[in-house]
């Protein structure tokens, strides 16, 4: 893998917008404004911890990362970095932009004291299962769960619940 001259990782700055939403097409084949502006809003509004950041190749966003800090949330006692989005220019890949990237928000995070660093990936994603083993990630000792709202097995115990309670108090 052969370095990229003339690259430099810095904040995400809100000159930024127009590029990453363009770039995060060309990476996900389709644009993505509406789910994408918000949350490029919200990271730019963290005055406190700048977290995101974007590579530049020459002078031009060729890469881009959002990630958030988490104060006390989901029962940490800990400060916790997550990390949200992470993509490189197709054209641009595997000259190490991402480690870069990824190398300055550690350090970054480093400086804070925080110790954690988190992630969530597709299963079905070997691709970027693969990048972030490269990239030290393990999986982490919290498990993730999901369930349909509308689930015939959860409205089964919840129809079931309500008749039991209508049998007591029609006892009463
Ligand atoms: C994953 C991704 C960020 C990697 O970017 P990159 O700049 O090419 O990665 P790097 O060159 O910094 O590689 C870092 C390490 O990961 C490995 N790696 C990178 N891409 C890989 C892939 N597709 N498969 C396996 N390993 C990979 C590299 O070999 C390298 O490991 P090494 O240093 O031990 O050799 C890039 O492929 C990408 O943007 N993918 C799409 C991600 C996506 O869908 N994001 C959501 C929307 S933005």
Sequence with gaps: ??????TTVRSLEAKDVDAVVALDARIVGRRRDGYLRPKLAEAL???GIRASLVVEHDGR??????????????????PVAVL???GVDPLLRAHG???EMLDQLRMNLAALGIRTL???VSWRNPELLTFFHREGFVPAQ?????ADPAA???RARREARLERQGGEAAAR
Excluded: H, Q, S
Excluded at 61 to 78: I, R
Excluded at 142 to 146: G, I, P, S, T, Y
């Design 97 to 99: 932009l991402a480690t």
């Design 84 to 86: 949200d989005t992470i």
């Design 152 to 154: 015939p097995e959860v």
């Design 1 to 6: 893998m052969d370095p990229l001259p003339n």
């Design 61 to 78: 966003p060729a890469g881009f990362l959002l990630a958030k800090v988490w104060y006390g949330e989901f029962g940490e006692l800990d």
């Design 118 to 120: 988190r992630t969530e």
């Design 45 to 47: 509004k963290d005055v």
């Design 142 to 146: 919290r498990l993730c769960l999901e």
